[in-house]
């Protein structure tokens, strides 16, 4: 099984989390820009924060065989202090990065003035460094949340086919499906979205532009349950192909549309080693 | 290796027309740079060039575009942010690896030593590190044996190894010989070159 981590917060999680997903088959995974637990007070701890997750995070990653990948944003919650808002004038200077595939988390926290306009300009940035963008949905009020979050989507020009709006559940699910944007869901230990729930929405669904992550940060959560949800959908009876579209093929369409995710020199997952028999990369199987 | 060699080995690129107009934009519009640089490897591709060894085509356009830029514009800020972006390596800094001299008050150099990346350390003690003080290069050295960078990396090396680096990796050796481990090869070679030349104590 080959993993595409769509969202996941590498910076939280420890070297062991790394070679424990490499050995479940996790080859890629695309650490979205969002906010620490911690508020930050100046634009300064933003950049110090940019520059990891473009440098040293993928150094890290690269360790395990884990080729790492980033979104960058000013996110919803940060975007209502008035201390951060100068982060949107760096942002530009990093969206031309190689390491960058997409402007993101944007979109609602608290669905503030503040977030509306952070939103729009950030959606703006995406149409002009044509890259892709990851919105977030806001955990409370979803619904209308994500209703409001899809006004602005349309409202912005960007390309719906080019925009994923993340965090869904049950109810939030048609009505993005019905816009043309990509579906993600974020898999947890016990709230929001579980691998059975997901299977169950795979089967109403289908899997055509749906997107599977751990979302996995310093919050419980846990970063091998893109590969549960893999197994969950295979026990269920879908093909090998039908989990590999969702948690490879998916992602690398959706990121692939920033003509940066370079994943050229990524060895082959399904090589054998001619000695053995046995698949070469660790949960590669 | 000249700007005009690198730019006779960039003659193959995907893209060549892109870097004649980037190189024209940085000279007419120095600020381009700050989107024309980082846009280097996505246009030029990532590919060794068989005729400047040593050289990839990313790297080579951005020393090109860093040279296109007009004499008088202000050293610094660097059309990088930050230190290891690039996943091939190197400082964002290109002069620390091609001129041997950096703008003045460059950082690039220091802080890629303090990284844990080891690209960067690498990167960081070719020929621009002997802008260092003995004590900054000594500590690099031993960074480098510390953290299994290859000592080939560092310019200079014999030149400027003295007995002050010799009893700093008598010492690592000794720990590890303590632990059950051995220094690399290439640092025991070095350390037995510097014994071996320096003055036996009587
Ligand atoms: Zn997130």
Known sequence: ?285 | MTPDSLRAALRGVPDPDWLDTALRRVTAEPTEITRLFPAAGRRCGRGALPDAPGWTADDAARVLLLTALPATTPATPTPSTGTATRPSGGPCCAPCRCCRSAPPGCRCCTTAIRTNDTRLVAAALGPYARHLDPAAWRQAVLKCVFSGVPLAAVADLDARADGELATMLAALAEERHAAGRDLPADATDLLHRLTAALPREA
């Not at chain 1, 490499?22 to 508020?39: I, N």
């Open chain 1, 1 to 285: 099984m080959r993993i595409f981590d769509p969202h996941i917060h590498m910076t939280s999680r420890t070297t062991d989390d790394y070679e424990r997903m490499a050995g479940a088959g996790v080859r890629v995974v695309v650490e979205p820009a969002f906010w620490l637990g911690q508020p930050r007070t100046s634009p300064a701890s933003f950049t110090d924060y940019f520059d990891s997750l473009i440098g040293w995070e993928p150094f890290r990653a690269g360790q395990f065989g884990v080729r790492h990948f980033a979104t960058i944003a000013l996110n919803p919650k940060e975007a209502n202090d008035p201390r951060c808002r100068p982060v949107l004038d760096l942002l530009p200077r990093y969206l031309d990065k190689d390491a960058v595939v997409a402007v993101g988390e944007i979109g609602y926290d608290s669905m503030t003035p503040e977030e509306d306009e952070a939103f729009a300009a950030q959606l703006a940035l995406a149409v002009a460094y044509e890259l892709p963008a990851l919105v977030h949905t806001p955990h409370r009020d979803k619904a209308r949340g994500c209703e409001r979050t899809l006004a602005v989507v349309a409202e912005s020009g960007i390309d719906a086919g080019r925009v994923v709006v993340d965090h869904l559940n049950e109810v939030t699910v048609k009505l993005v499906r019905d816009s043309g944007c990509w579906l993600g869901f974020s898999i947890y230990p016990d709230t929001k979205m579980t691998p059975q729930r997901m299977v169950e929405l795979l089967r109403e669904y289908g899997t055509d532009r749906m997107l599977v992550n751990s979302a996995a940060d310093w919050g419980r959560s846990d970063p091998l349950l893109t590969r549960a949800t893999g197994e969950a959908m295979l026990l269920a009876g879908f093909s090998d192909d039908d989990v590999d579209k969702v948690l490879w093929r998916n992602p690398v369409e959706f990121y692939g549309q920033s003509g940066r995710l370079d994943l050229s020199d990524l060895e082959d997952p399904t090589a054998v080693d001619p000695q053995t028999g046995n698949s070469i990369l660790r949960g590669g199987s």
